[in-house]
């Protein structure tokens, strides 16, 4: 990208960072006020065994963003923030609202586990659309590393990533905001929280966003189809996405124990990317010119709940939901649909033994990939190419979590019966030991599964009908010390994966998909350190992280794509009075963007690089403030996938109205 901003308006921003400041959201009582700010000490993690539990008893390694985090991130999209923690690297194919993939601890995209509030987001493809979730509408984040299949079953091999909106509840809360940046980018959100009737025993949460961009060029210099270096060269005009999402419950509790809930999430992602077609009817032979192809994703899940406490030691929690995730591609030659919608019936039930839990649960899951395709993008078929296919998933799994003195064990196991592939089972164990309050370490070995997706199997002239599921076992150590003030957290893990699924002849991309398949490679290794450190001293709060990893695929002796070897990322945030400022560094270690068709050779080489972002805000009056996000101080030329270009330096700056 070209230079965005002069000397002159380089040193306008800066001045305006330390002239402004943040909302401090306070609340009611001091366990909430700690969880809400900006690096919370011992938060409650539901994700790691699907109940509540303080963070200082979760054995899994785990990372928590809260809401104040999300804000201060200057981002706008959910991949640049979740890039900016630890165990996580990313490929984008452009700006906020192109196509990403999300590496957990160096596992695939489709590897991972998503949950939007409870459900999972899955794709034909593997994994979430993540540019069809606003980043506007999220409360906090989880993100579990390691896998969690005895858990949550299929894709849960290198963790789990709960997104959580906003819950009702509590007296009435209203905030909108709205701003406009760099790129002709504007961004506006509100949302309504509280409770309602005669006991408040009515509880409701309702959010809205809206984002559009004009974009910017992302086809770079390197791209094999750059007008400098093909003959069918792909438009450099900007490209550009609007993003609408909805979210919003309602649920209400009729006596201690007892809740009944609605949930929905809703979203459409508009997004611009530069293409070739081929048109046929253009002389004796055809011809392929540069055309800026339009894409669709929608996203829509709802869900419906029942908490119970039947028992004093007996809490059931059973919930109905139904996902909806489409994608749409839009040319002059081609309007080509797939819709995957899925089903899910859950019935969760806890016991607690003493100082004991058993967890017993049963899921039904029912998935469909429904495509209409046209030969124009099937490269394997002559007329319309239609997939209609399914898949049933029948589960059971038990936990139990012993708890002695000092001792906290978990052991875990799931079976799931699979339609296609038969029974999946999967097991985990995790130990941890108290030397004081503060420090702890930990031990854990957990396998895991990923059934392979409709895509893989199915999309006409690219699926393999003979993948095999992987398979994964992790095994890790961790040493932990945590105080209100600060906390350090070193991981070391290495998880081997069996019939790693990868296209051949992925770093040479093709006009047809004919031209690869996706196939079972026999085994990658996965090893890696993780260390994150927090400090919270007086108004600064400091945020750090630093991992390093192999990624190497056994048979080939190769780095897996689009994983560095090394990555870190710093946040410091300060307040003083109504002012708030702080910057987020993230620096990522050079990788490879391929190999060659033969599976001999790394190829297309992208170097380091290193992101600089400042933030401010500044209080105006009790319910109103005002804000200002420089991403990209430094204009860094970077790729995260090869041969497209990622945002320059670029701000964004809008005010906020808040009654808590």
């Avoid at 060269?233 to 993003?243: E, Q």
């Avoid at 908490?307 to 007996?314: D, G, R, S, Y």
């Amino acid at each position: 990208m070209k230079q965005q901003f002069s000397s002159s308006s380089r040193a306008l921003v800066c001045g305006a960072l330390f002239s402004i400041s943040t909302v401090v959201f306070a609340q009611n009582t001091s366990t909430v006020s700690v969880t809400n700010s900006l690096a919370p000490s011992n938060p409650v993690i539901v994700t790691a065994t699907r109940t509540p539990k303080s963070g200082n008893d979760v054995l899994a390694d785990y990372t928590y963003i809260s809401r104040e985090e999300i804000e201060n991130s200057g981002q706008s999209s959910l991949p640049d923030l979740l890039q900016q923690q630890r165990g996580i690297q990313i490929s984008s194919t452009g700006g906020a609202g192109n196509i990403s993939s999300v590496y957990v601890r160096g596992t695939s995209n489709g590897q991972s586990l998503v949950l939007i509030d409870g459900v999972k987001v899955d794709s034909a493809t593997g994994g979430a659309v993540w540019n069809a979730i606003p980043l506007s509408l999220i409360d906090h984040i989880e993100i579990i590393y390691g896998p969690q299949s005895t858990f949550y079953g299929s894709d849960a091999m290198g963790g789990v990533i709960q997104i959580f909106t906003k819950k009702g509840g509590g007296p009435t809360q209203f905030e909108a905001s709205a701003g406009y940046g760099t790129y002709n980018t504007s961004i506006t959100n509100a949302s309504l929280s509280g409770s309602a009737g005669k006991d408040k025993d009515l509880n409701y949460s309702i959010g809205v966003s809206q984002e559009n961009s004009a974009g910017f060029n992302t086809v770079a210099s390197n791209n094999k189809y750059s007008p400098t270096t093909s003959s069918y060269p792909f438009p450099t005009t900007p490209t550009g996405y609007t993003r609408l999402g909805i979210t919003g419950s309602l649920s209400t509790s009729w006596s201690a124990g007892q809740e009944l809930g609605l949930k929905v999430f809703s979203s459409k992602n508009n997004y611009q990317y530069p293409n070739t077609v081929f048109d046929a009817t253009v002389g004796p032979y055809g011809e392929s010119h540069p055309e800026t192809t339009m894409g669709v994703n929608q996203l829509a899940i709802f869900s419906a709940y029942s908490k119970n406490q039947i028992m004093e030691n007996w809490s059931s929690f059973f919930q109905i939901s139904s996902t909806s995730n489409s994608s749409q591609y839009l040319s002059s030659q081609f309007s080509d649909k797939l819709s995957t919608p899925s089903y899910d019936f859950l019935w969760q039930n806890d016991f607690k033994i003493g100082q004991d839990k058993l967890q017993l649960l049963l899921e039904n899951n029912i998935q469909y990939a429904k495509l209409n395709n046209s030969g124009y993008l099937t490269g394997g078929c002559s007329n319309d190419c239609t997939v209609n296919q399914s898949r049933t998933t029948n589960s059971i799994a038990g936990s139990y979590e012993l708890k002695r003195g000092n001792n906290l064990a978990t052991l875990a196991v799931r079976n799931d019966q699979i339609s296609q592939y038969g029974s999946q089972v999967t097991y985990s164990a995790a130990y941890g030991y108290f030397f004081t309050k503060e420090l702890r370490v930990n031990a854990n070995y957990g396998t895991g599964f990923r059934a392979p997706s409709f895509n893989d199997l199915y999309y006409p002239g690219y699926g393999n009908l003979n993948l095999k599921p992987e398979t994964s076992r992790n095994f890790e150590t961790g040493i932990h010390y945590e105080t209100r003030s600060y906390g350090i957290h070193l991981t070391a893990y290495q998880n081997r994966i069996e019939n790693f699924i990868l296209p051949i002849g992925a770093s040479d991309t093709a006009t047809y998909y004919s031209y690869y398949q996706p196939t079972n490679f026999s085994l990658v290794q996965i090893r890696g350190a993780s260390l994150g450190m927090d400090a919270r001293i007086n108004d600064l709060t400091l945020k750090a992280s630093a991992d390093a990893m192999s990624t190497v695929d056994q048979t080939t002796g190769l780095d897996v794509p689009y994983r560095a070897n090394w990555v870190g990322n710093l946040l410091a945030d300060y307040k003083i009075g109504k002012l708030n400022f702080g910057t987020n560094v993230t620096i990522n270690g050079p990788r490879w963007g391929g190999v060659n068709d033969t599976q001999t050779a790394i190829t297309n080489a992208m170097p380091s690089y290193a992101l600089v972002g400042l933030y401010g805000s500044y209080q105006i009056e009790k319910n109103l403030s005002t804000f200002i996000r420089w991403n990209n101080v430094f204009n860094s030329q970077y790729q995260t996938n090869y041969g497209f270009n990622n945002a320059g330096s670029n701000i964004f700056a809008g005010i906020r109205y808040a009654i808590k």
